[in-house]
């Protein structure tokens, strides 16, 4: 995915077209919302002392993604790709070597890899593994859970993208 586009989720759909429409469009938002910018302008922070980016915010999805369907969903072993105990924000963290091109490469190998697993599951299937606290969770709940995730992250991209060049609304 790396269309500017985005795919209305449908009115009328079971339940498992519902949900993974719904994740589906957040997706797209988040893709929408980093389009057209350059690697400076997606580094751009929220407000100091915040550490806030659009190019952290997908990084951060990245590591959400597969956090819950390649860890949780799968139970495999799939390291965080830029947090650690140390840097617990280290997707925030961004250098000069991070890149765009690099973070949506992460961010779209981690969905696929998401669709992948969901694909043969159904929604009331147990994921493999837990949380840290050691509850179990179905597949409904971590689409329910991702939705959640995008949206709430959505809303901080559309401030973000308004900031750097007063783009709203799309």
Request: aromatic share 8%.
């Amino acid at each position: 995915m790396t269309t500017t586009e985005r795919t209305m989720p449908p009115t009328l759909a079971g339940e498992r077209a519902m949900l993974e429409g719904w994740l589906d469009f957040h997706r797209e938002t988040l893709a929408v919302k980093c389009a057209g910018l350059d690697d400076e302008q997606l580094r751009e922070r929220a407000v100091p002392p915040s550490e806030l980016s659009l190019l952290g915010l997908v990084r951060h999805m990245a590591d959400v993604e597969r956090t819950w369907f390649r860890r949780v969903l799968a139970a495999e072993d799939a390291p965080p790709l830029y947090y650690s105990k140390e840097d617990p924000d280290g997707e925030f963290h961004l250098t000069g070597e991070d890149t765009w091109e690099a973070a949506q490469g992460a961010w779209q190998a981690e969905i696929a890899r998401a669709r992948e697993l969901a694909a043969s599951r159904s929604l009331d299937d147990r994921a493999a593994g837990t949380n840290t606290s050691g509850e179990p969770f179905n597949l409904r709940w971590i689409y329910v859970h991702m939705i959640e995730e995008y949206a709430r992250h959505n809303g901080h991209a559309d401030l973000l993208r308004e900031r750097i060049d007063g783009s709203t609304g799309f």
